[in-house]
Structures are given as structure tokens and as C-alpha cells.
């Protein structure tokens, strides 16, 4: 390498690292592609946990060496290059080998998540490997320390991943209800804040003066959105107890089970969407029917989800009553909503 000068050895030394950026990028289009391999027969569920734990260990120590390998001097020879390129390439297949091993049968939430996170470090390990491609060579960079670090953070994220499916659907369920509640939040400070929900906003030529009627709620505004509200609530209410149910009830020890889980999570994914388009449309200026509708469809959204929840082992006979109680609550709130803009049909 020497001999040849500097500017040939550092081609040379990079040569290895642009091959493995475009192998890496291959496996991380078989992984979003979808099922990118088979399950191991007889599945395991703490051996694949062990085996994948230890694979995202060893990605982390090869991200390490290889970003050392390139911030100091001399500079990497080609051969070596090779080498670190292949134990790279050999850690992130092995991360992703593990990964297959996890069979759908096992629950398809569970499944996203640890596909996700395998993404995340297939990402992780090709940034850096771009920003070693970018950056001066025999020098360490705050980007190279920075993509280095973000590959140990993807690849530590693996001891904090749900273990079943249970946990996972529980995971799933919580971060809905963060979105949903930080919604309903929103909503009532600005109702609380009176007339004018924009009365933060400097007032300006486009804007006009705050008196205008596009700024304000009227009198019947208000009444529609007291029920909206209340269809907000309830959906807040439904994740809370649902998201109980499941970690007091909830098992993944039969494929109904599993099934059953992640068809909860599937509908209640649907539900901080339509509140979040229920809560901008009753911004004003209100165009009634479009509340309407959007009320209609969280409204659906609610119903489907108790409806799921009701039929499934999460459920038991004496929880039913809450289930009932909701539907009520989400008929009441709906049918004052239609009442309030009958006349906008």
C-alpha cells in the first residue's frame, strides 16, 4: 500500500467498505421486502432471544473496530479492510439469520417490532460506513462518533424489545394511548382558553383581526363540540381499559391467542388517526358536516375495537361490563353529534 502512494492506498483501503455498503444495502431491501426467510422448526422462543441478543452484541463490537480501524494512522491496509468489510458483513447477516427465525406464527406485532429493530441497525451500520467514506481518513470525526454510537444504541435496543406478544401488543396499545391522550389534552386547553383558539398567534394582515368568524367558536360550534369531546374521551377510556386487560388477561401461549392479540393491536392502531382527524376538523373555521363524519368514523373505529376486545380471551365475563358501558358512551356522544348537524344533511 505504501509504496503506491497515498492517494492509491486510500482507494484501495476504501474500496472494501464501498462493496460492503452495497452489500448491506441489498439485505436491508430483503427485510423491508417482507419475510425474508424461514422460521427455525422447533422454534424456541428464550433460545431465539439468547442468539439474537448476542448477534446484536457482536454487530456493536464490529461497528467499534471498524470505526477505529479508519481514525487512526497508519491507515488500514487494503487487506485488512477486507477482512473488517467481511466480519461486518458476517455480524449484520447473522443479526438478520436470527430475525427469520422468528416465525409469524409467534404474532405479527412482536414480528414488526423485532424487524424494526433489525432495520434499525442495518441503517445504523450502512450510515457509518458512509460517513467513514465521507470523512478524512486516520481521523476521528464528531460524524464518525456519532454514527458510531448510533449503531451501539440500535444494536443495546434489543434488551428493551417486548418478549411475546402479549408484551408487545401492550407496548403497542400504550403508544397509542400517549398519542391519544396528548390529543384530548390539546383539545380541552384550547376550548378552555376561550373564544379564540388562535389567540397566540400575532395578529396580521393574512390572518385579519381576531373578531373574524374563521378565528372564533360560535354558540353551536361549541355544543358539537362538547360531544366530539366526549367521543375523544371515550377513546381514551377504550385504549386505558383495553391496555389493562391485556396485561391483566392477555397470554400468548396458542396461535388463537396470538391471533387475537394482534388483531387488537391492528384496530387500535386506527384509533389515534381518527382522533387526530376528528381534533383538527373541529378547529375553526367548523365545517359541521366534516366533524360529522369524522365523528362517525372514530365512532366505527371504537365500536370495532370493543367489539374485538369483547369476543376475544382478553375478556372475561366479568370485564364485559366496562365493554358495554363504552358502547354506550360512544352511541350517546355520536347520536348528539347527528342530532346537532341534521340540519347540515
Known amino acids: 500500500c505504501g509504496a503506491a502512494g497515498p492517494v492509491p492506498a486510500v482507494m484501495e483501503a476504501r474500496e472494501p467498505l464501498r462493496e460492503l455498503r452495497g452489500a448491506l444495502r441489498a439485505v436491508l431491501g430483503r427485510i423491508r421486502e417482507g419475510e425474508p426467510g424461514q422460521g ?71 414480528r414488526k417490532m ?6 434499525e441497525v442495518v441503517e445504523g451500520m450502512i450510515q457509518l460506513i458512509e460517513t467513514i467514506l465521507s470523512s478524512p481518513l486516520e481521523s476521528l470525526s464528531q460524524e464518525q462518533l456519532i454514527s458510531t454510537a448510533g449503531v451501539w444504541e440500535a444494536c443495546e ?21 400517549g398519542v391519544v391522550k396528548d390529543a384530548v ?49 371515550a377513546s381514551k377510556a377504550c385504549l386505558k381499559k383495553i391496555l389493562g386487560v391485556v396485561k391483566a388477561y392477555g397470554k400468548a401461549d396458542t396461535a388463537e391467542q396470538i391471533t387475537q392479540l394482534d388483531d387488537l393491536a391492528d384496530i387500535a392502531h386506527q384509533i389515534s388517526p381518527s382522533v387526530d382527524e376528528l381534533a383538527l376538523s373541529m378547529y375553526p373555521p367548523v365545517n359541521q358536516l366534516v366533524v360529522r363524519l369524522n365523528a362517525a368514523k372514530l365512532a366505527s373505529v ?25 358502547t354506550g358512551a360512544v352511541d350517546h356522544n355520536m347520536n348528539k353529534i347527528k342530532n346537532l348537524t341534521q340540519g347540515q344533511l
Open 40 to 110: 427455525r422448526d422447533p422454534f424456541e422462543l428464550p433460545r431465539f432471544w439468547d442468539a439474537l441478543g448476542q448477534a446484536f452484541k457482536v454487530t456493536s463490537q464490529e461497528a467499534t473496530k471498524l470505526s477505529l480501524a479508519f481514525s487512526r494512522s497508519p491507515l488500514t491496509s487494503a487487506e485488512d479492510c477486507q477482512k473488517l468489510g467481511e466480519d461486518v458483513q458476517n455480524a449484520i447477516l447473522a443479526v438478520c439469520t436470527v430475525y427469520c427465525w422468528l416465525p409469524k406464527g409467534q404474532g405479527t406485532t412482536l
Open 114 to 119: 423485532v424487524r424494526d429493530a433489525t432495520t
Open 157 to 177: 435496543q434489543v434488551s428493551s424489545l417486548p418478549r411475546d406478544n402479549q408484551a408487545a401488543v401492550a407496548s403497542t396499545l400504550a403508544a397509542c394511548l
Open 185 to 233: 389534552k390539546e383539545m380541552e386547553q384550547a376550548l378552555v382558553e376561550g373564544q379564540d383558539p388562535y389567540s397566540d398567534i400575532l395578529e396580521d394582515e393574512e390572518l385579519g383581526f381576531r373578531g373574524n368568524r374563521d378565528t372564533y367558536w360560535s354558540e353551536a360550534d361549541r355544543r358539537l363540540l362538547s360531544s366530539c369531546m366526549g367521543l375523544m374521551k
Open 302 to 326: 371504537l365500536k370495532k375495537v370493543l367489539e374485538i376486545t369483547k369476543a376475544s380471551h382478553v375478556c372475561p365475563l366479568p370485564e364485559e361490563g366496562w365493554v358495554q358501558f363504552l
